[in-house]
């Protein structure tokens, strides 16, 4: 069951992932479809593993970078990033 349910999350996630899909994200996104792989175990293992790997794929969508697009400062400009 938890098998069905994982496969579930991982095409939302794709698909999630799909309409933010471009050149400045690819590398993001590659290692957030990649997360799943490490996924290895039975029982309270595998369920400990697919905590921690949920719990990364959540930290590294908030660490996205922005898309071109959503970098505007509404000037025609791009807006600078902090950092």
Same mark, same amino acid.
């Not at 996630?13 to 933010?20: E, V």
């Not at 994200?25 to 290692?31: E, I, P, S």
């Not at 490490?38 to 905590?51: L, N, P």
């Given at each position: ?21 471009d050149?400045a994200?690819?590398?993001? $996104?590659? /290692?957030i ?9 039975? @029982? &309270?293992?595998?369920? %400990? #593993? ?8 959540a930290r $590294?969508? /908030? ?10 400062? @509404? &000037?025609?400009?791009? %807006? #600078?990033?902090?950092?």
């Open positions: 069951r938890a098998e069905r349910e994982l496969i579930g999350w991982y095409e939302a996630l794709i698909d999630t992932m799909l309409g933010k899909l050149a994200r690819l590398a993001d $996104l590659v /290692a479809a990649k997360a799943p792989m490490e996924i290895r175990g039975y @029982g &309270s293992v595998k369920d %400990a #593993a697919i905590d921690k790997t949920k719990a990364e794929v $590294l969508t /908030a660490l996205l970078t922005p898309a071109p697009s959503d970098t505007h400062d @509404g &000037s025609g400009r791009r %807006a #600078a990033l902090g950092g």
